[in-house]
Structures are given as C-alpha cells and as structure tokens.
C-alpha cells in the first residue's frame, strides 16, 4: 500500500477547474506537512504549495497564486488542491508529497513520501 495515493487529475478545457485530493495513509496529515509538485514533459519537478501544522499553508509558484488553493481534511486524512481557472501550462503529472514531522519546503529532495502522481491535461 502507498502511503500517498493521488486522484482527480483529468482533461479539461481552459478556464475550467479540477480538485486533486491526496490521500496519506499510515501517518497523520496533522503531524505532516503534505505538499503538491507538478512536473510537465521535459521541464523540472515545480513546487507548488504546501500545508502543515509547523508552518501553515505555502504557496511556491507565482502562476497559481491566486488560482490554485491548497486545504486538508485530518479526519479523512486528505490534501486537496482545488485549481481553478486552468490553463495549458497547467498540463502536467502532479504529485503529493509528505514530509514527516517538519515545515513545508519547496525543496521536492526533502519529502521522505511520494504518490505515483495524477495527470492534469488541460487543451481546447
């Protein structure tokens, strides 16, 4: 069993919106701090938000400022990425990630849990 399980990824039109959930069975996400990354075919991984008892809610990426909203559910143990208003550049394999015990980061080497990632296509 994975310890991180993403779903809700799909293909969209532009200006539409989806939301990920991350499931993060065998620890808390109260005790974690659980981020989302995205990566789009030939670019690096991108950091896109975090949340976490230590450092609150993070937002990494200017492009989604605004757009994107990051939440939790610790009785259902979930993270959710509510994205709003997509655009093609949004495309890409988005994944959740948990660090355990420690504030959010940016820094994707720092996550000890991965998911297998969601894909988001967005395209008219």
């Known amino acids: 069993q994975l310890p991180l399980v993403e779903s809700g990824g799909g293909s969209v039109q532009p200006g539409e919106s989806l939301r990920l959930s991350c499931v993060h069975s065998g620890f808390t996400v109260e005790e974690d701090s659980i981020g989302w990354f995205r990566q789009a075919p030939g670019k690096e991984r991108e950091a896109i938000s975090c949340i976490g008892t230590i450092t609150g809610i993070m937002y990494f990426s200017d492009s989604v400022r605004g757009r994107f909203t990051i939440s939790k559910d610790n009785q259902r143990n979930t993270v959710y990425l509510q994205m709003n208003t997509l655009q093609p550049e949004d495309t890409a394999l988005y994944y959740c990630?948990?660090?355990?015990?420690?504030?959010?980061?940016?820094?994707?080497?720092?996550?000890?849990?991965w998911g297998q990632g969601t894909q988001v296509t967005v395209s008219s």
């Open positions: 990630a948990a660090r355990r015990g420690r504030g959010c980061t940016s820094y994707s080497v720092l996550y000890d849990s």
